[in-house]
């Protein structure tokens, strides 16, 4: 039944992505499994077809592809495949195609979680059938330096490993066979590989292989918490150019494309004002701090300029992220503008060529695409499908410049923090690289919501076909989801999806299927419910499941007045512990704290977490002051709340302490009621939760807004 519909919606409908430039429908169809002979795919460089651009002619009785090159004859494969239906047969179409921009990228990073070269292919594979053209390949970071430099061996004998907080050994690394192999299989698809070696920041893993590379020389780990270090690459060593210029000699040998990425984001410069070499190298270029920028960023900034003087030795171009723009931009630089659109238009205002990867746009893919409550942790942020789909790569006022043509293209970035598995990166990925390949090739007046949304629903069945992951929308609760609902008398439940998808639902703790009850609007409870739903897509494929507990309370007591307290009783225990169970028997003492936001203030906030960290755990407890009888939510990214004394949040046992998942909601009666939280300074997932808020949040009943919950003075 499924099959035979897809095969008459295949015939009546154009299912391509991204969306080809001009398509004519005719009549009937082809039937490839008779089409012998009868499909022709000619080279021809004096049709006068754009770069990478295509013609395909399908009629009953034959199929013609042309274009004037071997990419353009590739991507009119990938067209034809997508037009084939289940049962070989392609609906008669007249295609014209070509590229809205030159630069179709997406970028990942096996620096924080590594990708073996199985997947790295499998993303190249993937992408180039949606006629992606650039792999942006971040070899180099703090948390490890994942490419086999023959001359520094250290590189990846340590560099390439980490220690994790509980003891275990984190790393990999790709070989330059390796490399070569990916780089060819990548050609062989007509992807361009761009690699990444940073400096002269995130550079920790080299620092750590070779300590002379820093302004200090000490001896450091390679990272195994996420952020920005304050140890950077020594730009007053000649040495560090020397060991810069090595490492390109080998990466040029490796990556034929004409670009290579050398970074330049996010480097911490503080440093280099106490380094006697950094400031030698400051005052014999005659650097000075002024509007153009500090003397310490126009450093940089000549590091920059020597990178794009060693890469022009071998007929390379330099691109880096838009802090290249900072202390003067090279001459023929390209910027990645990730920060905005900021850089990447003051870049092409001044001429220079720029890919727009704005994070604020919708070009980060390791942010949120739901609902922080509903969806896996990650780095923050909110990124749906269709704000990827709405963003155009060339701002308007590029366009009234008449400077648009700068913006060579467009590319998404998928760090990887967060990802713990292939899987996991996969569903990060996927369908929002559906929606990144419709605006890097596709004009934007041929753009259209509705339509992309049907045609993702075909490139999902197509990764299903080929077992990857990929994200569907969990039902959420608008306006914030929370798994622990509570009330006194009568609630409803209301759900929704971030795209339109059939929500479905049981009551009777079944686990829900495309035959259960379907939402057809809010649901009313009157008694304790357990509510089990998912999102079924139009082809039957089901999100997660989500599970939500209704509990009906009466409100909880108020505190007899002689139990009423102010300020916080607080105590810590030192050493490393991973749950709240961990914490039995520890010895305890006493410390002064005025706020549970203080619980994460008992040791200084390190960013480089040298070995002489103390780790330990503190509790402190309060009253707060209820004004009316209702239902209260709470929230808090501490490891644990007890209101009352009853554990309501427990964050301590998941993978990694971020935007808790474990929101709770409680009825409580008009008066003092007691709050309890427990932080424990440890690091799971590579997240430093020194970073927490460990204030508790509540939300009154019929309020939207969340408040910081106030212990009595
Ligand atoms: C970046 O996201 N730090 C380029
Ligand atoms: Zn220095």
């Given amino acids: ?64 592809a042309v274009a004037a090159d071997e990419a353009g004859l590739f991507y009119a494969r990938q067209t034809l495949d997508q037009l084939t239906g289940p049962d070989g047969k392609v609906p008669c179409v007249k295609i014209k195609d070509a590229p809205r921009f030159s630069w179709r990228g997406f970028h990942i990073d096996p620096c924080r979680h590594f990708l073996p070269v199985d997947e790295v292919k499998k993303q190249i594979d993937i992408l180039s059938r949606y006629k ?44 330059q066979e390796q490399i070569r192999d990916v780089v060819a299989y990548a050609a062989e698809r007509h992807v361009t590989v761009v690699p990444e070696i940073e400096m002269p920041g995130h550079a920790i893993s080299a620092i750590r292989a070779y300590p002379h590379l820093s302004c200090t020389g000490e001896d450091v780990s390679t990272f195994y918490t996420w952020g920005t270090p304050d140890i950077s690459l020594c730009p007053g060593k000649e040495s560090t150019f020397e060991f810069l210029e090595d490492v390109i000699a080998e990466v040029v040998e490796l990556f034929p494309g004409e670009y290579i990425h050398i970074g330049g984001d996010e480097c911490r410069k503080g440093r280099w004002e106490n380094c006697p070499l950094c400031q030698a190298r400051i005052k014999e270029l005659g650097l000075v701090s002024d509007a153009q920028g500090t003397a310490e960023e126009k450093l940089q900034s000549y590091a920059v300029h020597r990178m794009e003087g060693i890469l022009a030795k071998y007929g390379r171009k330099l691109i880096g992220w838009d802090e290249i723009l900072e202390g003067g931009l090279s001459p023929n630089a390209t910027v990645m503008s990730w920060r905005g659109e900021k ?17 604020t746009d919708g070009m980060y893919f390791d942010h949120f695409q739901g609902d922080p409550k509903v969806e896996p942790a990650s780095i923050g942020h909110y990124t749906t499908l269709e704000k990827v789909y709405s963003y155009d790569p060339v701002p308007e ?51 259209d919501w509705a339509d992309f949304n049907r045609r993702v629903d075909y490139a999902c069945m197509d990764l299903d076909a080929r077992g990857i992951n990929y994200h ?35 009551l009777d703790g079944t686990e829900p299927s495309a035959a ?104 402190a407890e ?92």
Avoid at 25 to 52: C, W, Y
Wanted: hydrophobic share 35%; with cysteine.
């Fill in 516 to 619: 259960s009850e379907e939402y057809a609007g809010p649901l009313s409870f009157s008694s304790e419910a357990l509510v089990k739903t998912a999102s079924i897509t139009s082809y039957g494929r089901m999100s997660p499941v989500r599970t939500i507990r209704l509990r009906k309370m009466k409100p909880m007591a108020a505190l007899p007045e002689a139990e009423v307290f102010g300020g916080l009783r607080a105590s810590r225990t030192d050493g490393k512990f991973w749950t709240i169970d961990d914490l039995q028997g520890a010895e305890w003492h006493k410390v002064e704290l005025e706020r549970l936001r203080d619980l994460v203030a008992l040791e200084p906030y390190n960013r480089n977490l040298p070995d002489t960290t103390r780790f330990y755990a503190a509790r």
């Fill in 343 to 359: 850089g990447g238009i003051k870049a092409a205002g001044e001429g220079h060529d720029v890919i727009m990867t704005p994070g």
């Fill in 397 to 447: 006022e590029l366009q009234k410049q008449g400077k648009g043509h700068h913006v060579k293209g467009v590319q998404c970035n998928n760090w990887s923090e967060y990802i713990y598995s292939d899987s996991h990166r996969q569903y990060m990925l996927f369908p929002r690289a559906f929606a990144l390949a419709e605006i890097a090739w596709t004009q934007p007046e041929r753009k």
């Fill in 1 to 64: 039944m499924m099959k035979l519909l897809l095969t008459l919606l295949s015939a009546a409908m154009i299912n391509v992505i991204p969306k080809p430039a001009s398509v004519e429908v005719g009549e009937g169809v082809f039937d490839m499994n008779r089409s012998k002979g009868k499909v022709e795919f000619k080279l021809d460089p004096a049709s006068g077809i754009a770069p990478e651009g295509y013609t395909l002619t399908v009629s009953r009785c034959r199929v013609k």
């Fill in 132 to 175: 992606m053209n650039t792999m942006h390949w971040h070899l180099t970071d703090d948390q490890g330096w994942r490419i086999e430099i023959k001359k520094y061996p250290r590189l990846t004998e340590v560099g390439a490993y980490r220690t994790e907080f509980d003891g275990s050994v984190y790393g990999g690394f790709y070989t």
């Fill in 622 to 713: 309060g009253c707060f002051k209820v004004k009316e009888t209702g239902v209260y939510r709470f929230s808090s990214d501490s490891d644990a709340v007890w209101i009352d004394g009853q554990l309501i949040i427990d964050n301590s046992r998941g993978s990694v302490k971020r935007y808790s998942r474990q929101d709770t909601e409680l009825a409580l009666e008009k008066g003092v009621h007691k709050v309890e939280a427990v932080f424990i300074f440890n690091i799971k997932g590579g997240w430093n939760p020194l970073r927490n808020k460990t204030d508790v949040s509540v939300l009154g009943p019929g309020s939207k807004e969340w408040k910081t919950l106030k212990t009595l003075e």
């Fill in 472 to 506: 569907i929308p969990i039902p959420e609760q608008p306006g914030g989801s929370c798994d622990k609902l509570a009330f006194t008398d009568e609630t409803t439940l209301e759900l929704t999806t971030t795209r339109p998808e059939r929500i479905v639902y049981t």
